[in-house]
């Protein structure tokens, strides 16, 4: 039996033992990139809070919008037929920046529960068609999807259903795509995309298509990894998808509002999805707030299971939140008015220069940058691609020893995962990777 917790907050993905060392770490206040803890100490915070605070944490004209949203209507749902004029105006300006391909949007108040709406859509439309054996959904291997029941069956994260009874039995596993690791040697990657896509050829096809709803794919996987596909990946997912008649919902919950570049994730990879979740940066992290925008077939299918149900029987009472919804609305102008696809062009063109500085290191095995996403996997030798042992847990040595010299980045395993807010700066891009070789020589040097 675990002693009573000391600590007031159930901190989530979080290893409950280190409070026996160390507290956790509490933040005042922000500026630009940069926040600070109650004791003063200041840190680059090179992970967006949990990939979401895209423009960093001061920006005037989000702050401008949430007050003057709350002084005209601080509180107000979307359901029984009635929203807030923000919610209605956010959804028209969402579709039309979506350029046709979508026909409506549901609000949520959260990126799981986005997910866990798609989810609720896909089964319901197939009810609603005729087709009520179409339940299941195609899924990768690394994968985040949230953490409510149905999202977190999703996943491809042990950690995510260890003790939690899932996944529940809806999911068709089918491998990631992370050519470093997991290639055979001497395979190129345009064979190792062929290998990977008869897996998930094969793998579909023993379910049986005809009982497939949808597969749900981060665009690029985040939480997994910092997965960037090989260049080949999404053309050839994008043929097998189409010709087994299987729609793809793309989560963009990560991958949207430009942390890619484009406003969508999916446009990066030239992708078709039927639907779309997204949350996070949305609002740039400053108001909870998560989204599916539907593609016409979803739109048409719930909204005739809403008519003949007599009720759709699903909402929330945060989603669409006013105050949210205007935020949102101000991020869209910024990302528009402030350039940020080119100006993410040019923070991953300095991500990749300064991080591929870090491959002279031998336990750096890999650097992996797209838009504003990149990663550093480490390797005990990694031109070998020779792991380090688990129980070094040398990923979480390293976060701990970059966050000493004033540095946040996420260990997802012996991967350290950077999502810098889209306003960091060449210079500034420089000092998060000088800290990081620090802290990775630091954390090794400790170890002879
Ligand atoms: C791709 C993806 N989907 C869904 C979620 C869940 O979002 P939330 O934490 O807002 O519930 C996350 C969270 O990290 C995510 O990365």
Not at 161 to 175: M, Q, S
Not at 186 to 209: F, H, K, M, W
Not at 302 to 327: D, Q, R
Not at 334 to 350: K, Q, T, Y
Request: proline fraction near 6%; hydrophobic fraction near 45%.
């Amino acid at each position: 039996m675990a002693e009573l917790a000391t600590e007031p907050i159930v901190y989530s993905f979080t290893d409950h033992r280190v409070y026996r060392e160390e507290s956790p770490l509490v933040i005042a206040e922000g500026e630009g990139i940069r926040i600070r803890d109650t004791a003063g100490k200041e840190y680059i915070d090179a992970l967006s809070g949990l990939w979401h605070a895209n423009l960093g944490f001061s920006d005037a004209e989000l702050i401008e919008a949430a007050t003057s949203a709350y002084r005209r209507l601080p509180a107000f749902p979307c359901a029984l037929g009635r929203g807030s004029a923000e919610a209605q105006a956010l959804a028209h300006e969402l579709l039309a920046a979506a350029e046709g391909r979508f026909s409506s949007v549901y609000f949520a108040a959260s990126g799981s529960e986005a997910v866990e709406s798609v989810l609720k859509f896909l089964w319901l439309a197939s009810n609603a068609d005729g087709t009520p054996d179409r339940k299941l959904v195609v899924t990768r291997d690394s994968g985040f999807h949230g953490t409510t029941l149905g999202a977190a069956s999703l996943a491809g994260i042990p950690n995510q259903h260890a003790g939690f009874d899932l996944p529940l039995p809806f999911t068709v596993r089918v491998p990631r795509a992370h050519y470093y690791r997991d290639h055979l040697d001497g395979e190129s990657r345009a064979e190792y995309v062929d290998r990977i896509v008869r897996t998930t050829r094969s793998r579909i096809e023993e379910a049986g298509p005809e009982n497939v709803a949808a597969m749900i794919a981060e665009p690029v996987m985040a939480a997994g990894g910092v997965l960037v596909p090989p260049e080949e990946y999404w053309p050839a997912m994008d043929r097998l998808l189409t010709d087994l008649g299987i729609p793809l919902v793309a989560d963009e919950v990560v991958c949207g509002f430009g942390r890619l570049g484009p406003l969508f994730g999916h446009r990066r990879f030239g992708l078709r999805p039927a639907a779309v979740t997204v949350a996070k940066g949305i609002t740039a992290g400053y108001a909870p707030l998560g989204a599916v925008l539907l593609g016409p077939d979803l739109t048409r299918s719930v909204a005739g299971a809403a008519e003949s149900y007599g009720v759709l029987g699903h909402g929330s009472t945060f989603g669409g939140h006013p105050v949210a919804a205007a935020v949102a609305r101000a991020h869209l102008r910024a990302l528009a008015e402030r350039g940020i696809e080119a100006r993410v062009a040019a923070l991953e063109a300095s991500l990749r220069t300064c991080l591929e500085g870090l491959l002279e290191l031998p336990v750096v095995g890999e650097v992996r940058c797209v838009g504003g996403l990149a990663a550093v996997e480490l390797m005990a030798d990694g031109a070998s691609r020779r792991p380090f042992d688990p129980e070094r847990r040398i990923g979480r040595r390293v976060a701990r020893k970059a966050r000493e010299l004033g540095l946040i980045v996420r260990d997802l395993g012996d991967v350290l995962a950077l999502c810098p807010p889209l306003i960091t700066d060449t210079g500034d891009v420089a000092e998060i990777v000088s800290r990081l070789r620090d802290a990775i020589t630091a954390t090794l040097k400790e170890e002879t």
